[in-house]
């Protein structure tokens, strides 16, 4: 028979806006000669990672503060040792084994499985990436301990269960204490999970110089700001300015916990 038309499509409203972030500094040609520590040569340098951990700050707080009950760690079975995990489980390479099949077990809106993705970041708290990678390796098979010593099997002997598609730890300093993130690497989902928003054309932070310091014509030791100054009053503003934001558009392949256990 013919072939019918199908029309199979939503469109999802969402509302993101781009955030412009900024500030200025500035200091006079005495303040600038008299710097016996360097200070002031490290004001554009300090400013521009002020940026760098702008965008580490607002996509750690749109996965703390977008993520909902919807996404939370539930009571399940290790599927290797069947034991129970509890709700809100501290991280272990059972719990994130578990997490992974919680994904799988979710509907989205029209009642489909959510794919599982093919790669996942760990977001933990600062200074416990070196235990939980000791946890995956041990649940994998690829460590063992034995009457207090650590060995490391090259081989392993569960080097294709689901913790192969753990990608990564990233330790995140704002994340407190017990609790950890199950997120999925970008691209690896149809619908995008933690999204971050640039403006086109001003994608990395930005240090400026006000540069009217004018040009000289006898006897001037530059015509480079920092050695320059202000034309009108011997002075030096800089000037930062970033375009930048983030948000959850879908949880449906996110999974965390408070890790109390309860």
Sequence with gaps: DTYQYAFGYTQVDT???????????????????????????????????????????????????????ASQFKMSVDPITDATIP?????????????????????????????????????????????????????????????????????????????????????DEFVQDGYWYLVPEAGTTEIPALVKVQLAGYTIPEVYVSNWNGAPVLGGASSIPFQAYSFDNDSIDLKFRQFTNAAIFSEDAIVWSNGTGS
């Design 87 to 171: 709700v809100n489980a501290p991280i272990s390479g059972a719990a994130i084994r578990a997490a992974i099949r919680q994904i799988g077990q979710r509907t989205d809106t029209e009642g489909n499985r959510v794919p599982v993705p093919s790669r996942f970041r760990i977001v933990v708290p600062v200074g416990t990436a070196e235990d939980v990678e000791l946890s995956i390796a041990l649940a994998r098979g690829l460590a063992t301990i034995q009457d207090g010593s650590l060995t490391y099997n090259a081989a392993g002997l569960r080097s294709f269960d689901a913790l192969g598609r753990i990608g990564g730890i990233i330790e």
């Design 15 to 69: 509302s993101l806006a781009i955030q412009k972030r900024g500030f200025k500094t500035g200091w006079g040609l005495e303040r600038g000669v008299n710097d016996p520590f360097g200070l002031v040569n490290r004001f554009p340098t300090d400013m521009f990672n002020v940026g760098t951990k702008t965008d580490f700050f607002v996509q750690s707080r749109a996965l703390r503060e977008g993520v909902t009950a």
